[in-house]
């Protein structure tokens, strides 16, 4: 429990609002068919995020920090840059989702943004990692209200497990082949990878320690998962039967109030208010902690404002464009996000190759090295992850020539 959060939290917090609208839409679609997927997911995602825990308890420095020093400046600077797009949408989706969910109770949502960005920064300016920590955990176990949300819409267990898990997969249909690269090329986010090795270092873990952060890992790699299991089941249990395809994070609450039983529907917005918030301050720390271990600095929650002024205005700035952003009228904002996201195909590469050369690296991690045979089939799982999400952010006319159109 001294190791514990994370792992834990940086899991939780890829359990985003992207990620709860693909999974309501894969239930919608498909009913319980996608729920493999979901288990099949919990490796590769355990996988690659171990790696960061380990470099963060050896060597002592976040993400951004080992590639300055082992790679150089340019590629230092690059990959934050490139990491600050990835970043920005994912902050936009955060924030509509935080709208969504206020606007389900009627809260106008230049009070549910206004509010969260105001706690949001209250929460990293505590000067305490284990406070913001606290915070955070708190939010990434009210996530969990997607359970009683699913269970109150009475899903059909043995069509769970023997349609969704053990039944047949239509993997001709070229509909469902999206939604399975939507799913999978979600699943490792670039700013998963800083966040995890930061906070790691900044929570004080060494060496002996990999162990515990294995566990914390595997842990949230397994509840993350379960989820978006429970997303789907709510949704195949209510939508999917009458055909209600949503594409919205509001959409989809609304269309499973009246289906689901207020109940569900309740418990489903409370999920999205507290992964959307969750989500927010993970992303945005990444960055932090990523710009001002590239660009040197102090770089921990644990120093007060006028110690570390760049990390925290860095931290701030990002969230107030954003949120400022998502209450502009009439703003396309999902046509901005769509555009924005789809450089993640072009940004994961770039990190999963500097993770990878960094865990074969003998002088960071010494006797904890990796192995060439391990590299090279996390490799070989990245590439999977990297192509799946280029398919999913093609243009239409991209993907029939592909053959997922």
């Known amino acids: 429990m001294r190791v514990f959060g994370p792992g834990f939290i940086v899991m939780i917090a890829d359990m985003d609002a992207g990620s709860i609208v693909t999974a309501g839409v894969s239930g919608a679609n498909w009913g319980y068919k996608l729920i493999l997927w979901q288990i099949l997911l919990i490796y590769p995602l355990y996988l690659v995020q171990s790696i960061t825990a380990r470099l963060g308890c050896v060597s002592n420095k976040g993400h951004g920090e080992l590639i300055r020093e082992y790679y150089g400046d340019f590629w230092g600077v690059f990959a934050t840059a490139t990491l600050s797009v990835v970043v920005f949408a994912s902050l936009l989706t955060e924030f509509l989702g935080i709208a ?99 906070a790691t270092v900044d929570k004080g873990l060494c060496p002996k320690d990999i162990k515990e952060t294995k566990i914390d890992t595997l842990i949230g790699s397994i509840a993350t998962q379960i989820l978006m299991i429970a997303v789907i089941a709510l949704t195949a249990a209510t939508l999917f039967p009458h055909h209600v395809i949503p594409s919205t994070a509001k959409a989809l609450a609304l269309s499973l109030i009246p289906l689901a039983g207020k109940y569900a529907g309740y418990f489903f917005c409370a999920g999205l208010y507290t992964s959307s918030f969750l989500a927010a301050f993970v992303v945005s720390m990444a960055f932090s902690w990523a710009a001002s271990e590239t660009w040197g600095g102090s770089h921990s929650l644990n120093d007060k404002f006028q110690d570390a002024k760049s990390f925290y205005i860095i931290y701030m700035l990002f969230l107030i464009v954003s949120a400022a952003i998502v209450l502009i009228p009439e703003i396309p904002l999902v046509r901005i996000m769509v555009d924005v996201e789809a450089f993640n195909g072009f940004v994961l590469p770039i990190v999963l190759g500097f993770l990878i050369a960094l865990a074969g690296n003998k002088k960071i991690l010494g006797e904890h090295v990796y192995s060439k045979k391990t590299l090279i089939f996390i490799a070989f799982l990245g590439m999977i992850i990297v ?19």
């Open 100 to 198: 969504a969910a206020g606007e389900i109770f009627d809260i106008p949502k230049y009070l549910s943004v206004g509010i969260s960005l105001v706690i949001l920064i209250l929460v990293a300016l505590s000067g305490s990692y284990k406070k913001a920590e606290n915070i955070a955990l708190v939010f990434a176990l009210s996530s969990f209200v997607f359970v009683p949300a699913a269970a109150a819409a009475k899903p059909d267990l043995h069509a769970l497990v023997f349609s969704g898990i053990f039944g047949s997969q239509p993997i001709l249909n070229q509909n469902y082949l999206w939604l399975i690269a939507a799913n999978a090329g979600a699943v490792i986010m670039p700013w998963m990878i800083y966040y995890q090795q930061s």
């Open 387 to 405: 192509v799946l999400g280029v398919l999913t952010s093609l243009p239409p006319t991209w993907l029939k020539l592909v053959g997922f159109g």
